[in-house]
């Protein structure tokens, strides 16, 4: 699997709706017809909540929500990039003069992450350009991963129009690194889902190096996404870069503590293992080495004994320098105690006790917990959303994604699925008088989908 690349598959186009009107539509635009088609899953994290940027292991599935894009090769040096919403304008540049714009999260910059990720990867340069028409239905600053799998779905179309090849891993990797072009210092779960999954089945997808091993879901309960209708988007707001830089700082300051080369340490993790201590004594040392009061950047610099300027221009990325307080305690708690419920999530599914349902759903309850009070990364709307589900039925319910809004999963026994579904319904989007446009209503069930696919016409 660590070798393979993405699957290549040959499909009549008329017997796939969506593919279909894709392909007519592409014709109206571009007066021809695409070569071949590429699809990349959006993912929810069942559990493991801002933990991959600190190095933790995550859980995600793909849902069947994805991103289209029909291709065709050109022989100019033009990239043509447009979008079947009307609220997403024509894009065309130069092939081989992308530029990035990190002040403005435009849709078209996305796939240029993806394409660049790849062209860099490769060190080419004078590339053919392409006509190429983009198709989401997941929906936007949801939580559910939208603007990776266009990353994602970009970096393998670029790939395939070279003719070239990658594994799954180098490809999520190269799609991890090149969404930081965006200005946005994730993790690389996204990615690594859109290209790893596999249908029926999740995955603890592990970094450095990237790895998946499957995990079996209980079969007498299901995963349902429900929106907040409240968007956020990762690279518009700090809110998310601001909590990497914390939890970077939380491990530099653990590490003076333990008289370990602080400097050299950026994630949460490498301080674990260099220790060589579970996450049961992190959390420990956390208590030790850290007060609950939030600290300046004055504080921080007697501690680490380095002056302000180092500090900014040494340690601080260039969107967190104006912050003048960090939450470091907060942030670590978090992530540590956070990295042992995947684990315990994990042997859960793996020993399959009777009661796995409600053991689950008390480790996602006990998540979300953790994200609302020493993350701060819920928002009211969300916490609303929660109570809803649990009060219906769900065995457990959380945020899911970056959070400050996007949606929630919640684990639910099966049977209790159609008056679960229509009573959160009523509840959330009806009765609250959200005035809100249908499609945004999502409330679904979701199995475990497929990774990213080319698709050839048979």
């Not at 670029?158 to 990658?166: D, E, H, I, P, S």
């Not at 601080?316 to 978090?334: C, E, G, M």
């Not at 949606?407 to 229509?422: G, N, Q, R, Y």
Request: aromatic share 8%.
């Amino acid at each position: 699997m660590a070798t393979e690349g993405p699957a290549t598959r040959r499909v009549q186009v008329a017997e796939h709706p969506r593919l279909l009107k894709l392909k007519e539509m592409f014709n109206s635009k571009f007066g021809s017809i695409p070569k071949f088609y590429v699809r990349a899953p959006g993912r929810v994290n069942i559990i493991g909540e801002h933990i991959d940027y600190c190095g933790y292991s995550v859980l995600p599935m793909a849902v069947e929500q994805d991103m289209l894009i029909a291709v065709e090769p050109v022989k100019t040096h033009t990239l043509q990039l447009a979008n079947t919403n009307p609220l997403y304008p024509d894009f065309s540049t130069n092939a081989n003069n992308i530029q990035i714009d990190k002040t403005k999260p435009l849709w078209h910059n996305y796939f240029l992450c993806g394409f660049k990720g790849i062209q860099e990867h490769f060190g080419l340069s004078n590339l053919a350009g392409m006509n190429c028409l983009v198709d989401g239905n997941i929906p936007p600053s949801s939580g559910l991963s939208s603007s990776s799998a266009l990353v994602c779905c970009a970096g393998l179309v670029t790939l395939t129009v070279l003719g070239m090849n990658l594994s799954k891993v180098e490809l999520a990797e190269i799609c991890a690194k090149s969404e930081r072009y965006i200005g946005t210092e994730g993790g690389g779960m996204d990615q690594s889902i859109s290209f790893l999954a596999e249908e029926g089945t999740a995955k603890l997808i592990e970094f450095s190096p990237l790895r998946a091993t499957d995990v079996k879901l209980p079969s007498g309960a299901v995963f349902v996404i429900a929106n907040s209708c409240v968007e956020m988007n990762k690279a518009a707001t700090s809110h998310f870069n601001i909590r990497v830089m914390e939890c970077r700082l939380a491990a530099k300051l653990l590490a003076k503590y333990k008289s370990l080369q602080w400097d050299k340490v950026l994630r949460l993790e490498e301080v674990q293992a260099k220790l060589g201590v579970s996450l049961e004594e992190m959390l420990l040392v956390t208590e030790d080495a850290l007060h609950s009061e939030p600290y300046s950047p004055e504080e921080i610099c007697t501690c680490l004994g380095i002056s302000l300027e180092e500090f900014r221009t040494q340690i601080l990325s260039p969107n967190t320098q104006d912050v003048l307080i960090f939450k470091l305690y907060q942030r670590a708690k978090h992530v540590f105690s956070e990295a042992a419920r995947v684990l315990q999530f994990k042997k859960i599914c793996e020993e399959a006790p009777d009661n796995m349902v409600q053991l689950l759903g008390e480790l996602m309850n006990q998540s979300h917990t953790s994200c609302r009070d020493m993350y701060e990364c819920s928002c009211p709307e969300l916490d609303q959303l929660v109570d809803i589900c649990r009060k219906f039925g769900a065995q457990g319910s959380r945020l899911t994604g970056a959070g400050w809004g996007g949606c929630t999963v919640s684990i639910v026994p099966a049977d209790k699925l159609p008056s679960f579904l229509a009573n959160v319904h009523e509840s959330y989007y009806q009765r609250s008088g959200r005035s809100l446009a249908p499609e945004k209503q999502s409330l679904f069930a979701t199995k475990p989908g497929g990774g990213a696919l080319v698709f050839l016409e048979a």
